[in-house]
């Protein structure tokens, strides 16, 4: 049998093993728990063992054995955890001026505070592959947050007291309701943080290009054929447009996504809540993140949809596709060195090939078109994400934040390695530019209204076909003088209306 012909032969013995390891670790063990290696947590499905020296509970522990997908480079983002950590303290505050006991709230701020900090990353184990709502990922951030408080207050961990996982740290709310507002938090954060700074730096830089280039005149192209001539500068403003745009669209849906879940508890009637709980825990998130968080005005939308982020997507998507554009021009007028466009000298970052000697290729921009790629992608899914709002609740929760995250991510850091490795030290190959200008048959566009159509289009023809100038054919054709054509054909006069 071949050793690369069966997947099971390769397969079997590692789902043994595994299965294995899952049932010796749902066995509630006295010897295992005696060691101090482990402790035993409990919930309503009972005992289980979890590592002494972790935070986490039972119901973590559950989804850490029910859900090993991709564990290794699928872990839920940071940016949710810490968002819920934003949230768990907002509510704590909150909670404390409708009766929950001022200790228990203090330690759970405490134990909020160290969550939002990343001090407890570690004890944030579970993938984005697990329940649709995020079931799983709030119950794991309640349970880290209620054992360090329990720690805190002098405690014994896995005894939910004095704080309780549900009734203490979840009070007034539900994970329908809180991973949703964790989502909201995470991203807006995100774009403030991350994209948006990015876009400002890469517009930024292509600006000044545009600036340092503006008087130098080159050959336009449309549909990968010699056009008429613009300016750098010209071009270059194209970008610097696009990218003005990309940030005005990404202000464009903040609005929306600063809408709050929070309140609409299980499917959005805000069951087992108080009146003006969520505007006051909006507030507090609000003072936190300095970004005007405010409860969203129909709780029902805000736990069964998540269009706001499908929306959000798709103006990453076109970002996306605007980068796509810059990141193709950039690397065709650099392509050569000799024998491509060669209009622009990109900056030499690395050895281009293996076999090749002092190959240098456009790296930078093939990173950032394979970015462009991926966040294509992640709107697709998140699209097919926000789609599956089944009633009273959309069930791709973890996806879509997953998507969204990434691709915030990814564009921001593109940027900003676009423009430090790519566009600062950008320069334009003049001599290469004059040379293509000079040689251009479109400059002919120029004598239509002296000459008109028809004629210009066959001197453009005769240059064509037999290998003259354009010069060199009007004047042979007998239909313009050469006096005339130099004062008509001036690339510096075809950049703007007459």
């Known amino acids: 049998m071949p050793l690369f012909g069966s997947s099971a032969i390769l397969t079997a013995p590692s789902y043994r093993v595994q299965r294995v390891f899952r049932l010796l670790s749902r066995m509630s063990s006295e010897s295992v728990a005696a060691t101090g290696a482990e402790r035993t947590e409990r919930d309503t499905f009972g005992p289980i063992q979890v590592p002494s020296n972790k935070y986490w509970g039972a119901q973590t522990q559950r989804s850490l054995l029910n859900f090993?997908?991709?564990?290794?480079?699928d872990r839920m983002p940071k940016e949710v955890i810490h968002a819920f950590g934003i949230l768990k303290k907002a509510a704590a505050v909150v909670n404390r001026t409708y009766g929950l006991d001022p200790k228990i709230a203090d330690a759970i701020c405490s134990a909020a505070d160290e969550v939002l900090s990343g001090k407890l990353d570690d004890h944030f184990p579970l993938v984005v592959w697990q329940t649709g709502s995020g079931t799983q990922s709030n119950m794991n951030c309640n349970e880290v947050i209620s054992n360090r408080a329990i720690e805190i207050l002098g405690g014994q961990l896995g005894s939910k007291s004095p704080v309780h996982p549900n009734d203490?740290?979840?009070?007034?709310?539900s994970s329908n309701d809180t991973f949703p507002t964790a989502m909201h938090i995470a991203?807006?954060?995100?774009?403030?943080?991350?994209?948006?700074?990015?876009?400002e730096q890469l517009k930024s830089s292509f600006d000044n290009k545009a600036k340092?280039?503006?008087d130098i005149v080159k050959i336009g192209r449309t549909h990968l054929q010699d056009a008429v001539p613009l300016s750098f500068g010209q071009e270059f403003s194209g970008y610097v447009t696009q990218l003005s745009y990309a940030q005005e669209r990404l202000h464009s849906c903040l609005p929306r996504l600063y809408y709050l879940a929070i309140g609409g508890t299980a499917v959005g009637t805000g069951l087992n809540t108080r009146k003006g709980f969520d505007e006051k825990v909006c507030a507090e998130i609000a003072k936190y993140t300095k970004l005007p968080f405010q409860p969203a005005p129909?709780?029902?939308?805000?736990l069964a949809a998540h269009d706001a982020l499908v929306e959000c997507n798709g103006i990453l998507n076109t970002i996306a596709c605007s980068l796509m554009?810059?990141?193709?021009?950039i690397r065709w007028m650099g392509s050569g060195p000799r024998c491509g466009l060669g209009e622009l000298i990109l900056p030499e970052n690395e050895p281009g090939s293996s076999i090749m000697p002092g190959k240098v290729n456009p790296t930078q921009c093939e990173a950032m078109t394979m970015v462009c790629a991926q966040v294509m992608g992640n709107s697709v899914a998140a699209s097919v994400g926000g789609s599956n709002g089944h009633f009273e609740l959309n069930v791709f929760k973890p996806l879509i934040v997953r998507n969204t995250l990434h691709s915030i991510r990814l564009l921001a850091d593109a940027c900003v390695s676009f423009d430090l490795h790519c566009i600062k030290d950008l320069k334009v190959n003049k001599s290469r530019v004059e040379e293509l200008v000079k040689n251009s048959l479109m400059l002919v566009t120029a004598l239509n209204p002296v000459i008109g159509y028809d004629n210009a289009a066959s001197i453009a023809?005769?240059?064509?076909?037999?290998g003259l100038t354009?010069?060199?054919?009007?004047i042979q054709s007998g239909i313009i003088s050469a006096e005339k054509f130099d004062q008509v054909v001036d690339p510096k006069k075809m950049l703007g209306p007459n």
């Open 325 to 329: 554009k810059i990141a193709n021009d």
């Open 461 to 466: 023809k005769k240059a064509h076909r037999e």
């Open 168 to 173: 203490h740290v979840n009070m007034s709310q």
């Open 470 to 474: 354009l010069r060199e054919a009007a």
């Open 187 to 199: 991203t807006c954060l995100a774009i403030h943080q991350k994209l948006l700074p990015a876009l």
């Open 68 to 73: 090993d997908i991709c564990r290794d480079t």
């Open 298 to 302: 129909n709780k029902f939308e805000a």
């Open 212 to 214: 340092e280039f503006a």
